[in-house]
T-cell receptor, first 108, second 113 residues
């Protein structure tokens, strides 16, 4: 099946810093989503981004489908941004293939 | 609109027992998918239901089963529980089957002793 790799696995930032999270996938995809998993385990939708660039406040995402990667940018990070970020892809059917996640810790 | 709801939120069972988890999708959504999250294996797809029919299945043993009702609510059942079934079980709903945006519930944390 398709392989989804995320980097870095762990990231520690000072509050106010910017960061870039990367997601590489091994085959063509129909869709890509970014999620933030909160401390209670719920996956919160951040972006639905099969291609192109989207922005939502301090977060933005870019997917270059032809080169099989996506980037999530977090600017002016806050402690509430801490948690695990997952990218997940769909290859035609509805089921998501998840990456292993990036654990972000933002220090005050 | 209310989000995806899952019950119960926490569950403790012993080996050999069976368990049933419930998921109510977002109103109007007809697809419900189930995922298992463990520290070792990460997030893995279990199965998907649409219009009361299983449409897609992941690579899990037959002890894991599910069903969907006419109101789109779904249940998953795990029989003969094993210690390795301890996990966070997440349910997701979407409007359609075709690579649609998935919205997740808060999960059910199952502990098998």
């Amino acid at each position: 099946g398709i392989q989804v790799e995320q980097s870095p696995p762990d990231l520690i930032l000072q509050e106010g810093a910017n960061s870039t999270l990367r997601c590489n996938f091994s085959d063509s995809v129909n869709n890509l989503q970014w999620f933030h998993q909160n401390p209670w385990g719920q996956l919160i939708n951040l972006f639905y981004i099969p291609s192109g660039t989207k922005q939502n406040g301090r977060l933005s995402a870019t997917t270059v489908a032809t080169e099989r990667y996506s980037l999530l940018y977090i600017s002016s990070s806050q402690t509430t941004d801490s948690g695990v970020y997952f990218c997940a892809v769909q290859t035609g059917a509805n089921n998501l293939f998840f990456g292993t996640g990036t654990r972000l810790t933002v220090i005050p | 609109k209310a989000g995806v709801t899952q019950t119960p939120r926490y569950l403790i069972k012993t080996r050999g027992q069976q368990v049933t988890l419930s998921c109510s999708p977002i109103s109007g959504h007809r697809s419900v998918s189930w995922y298992q999250q463990t520290p070792g294996q990460g997030l893995q797809f279990l199965f998907e239901y649409f219009s009361e029919t299983q449409r897609n299945k992941g690579n899990f043993p037959g002890r894991f089963s599910g069903r969907q009702f006419s109101n789109s609510r779904s249940e998953m059942n795990v029989s003969t529980l094993e210690l390795g079934d301890s996990a966070l079980y997440l349910c997701a709903s979407s409007f359609s089957l075709a690579a649609d945006t998935q919205y997740f519930g808060p999960g059910t944390r199952l502990t098998v002793l």
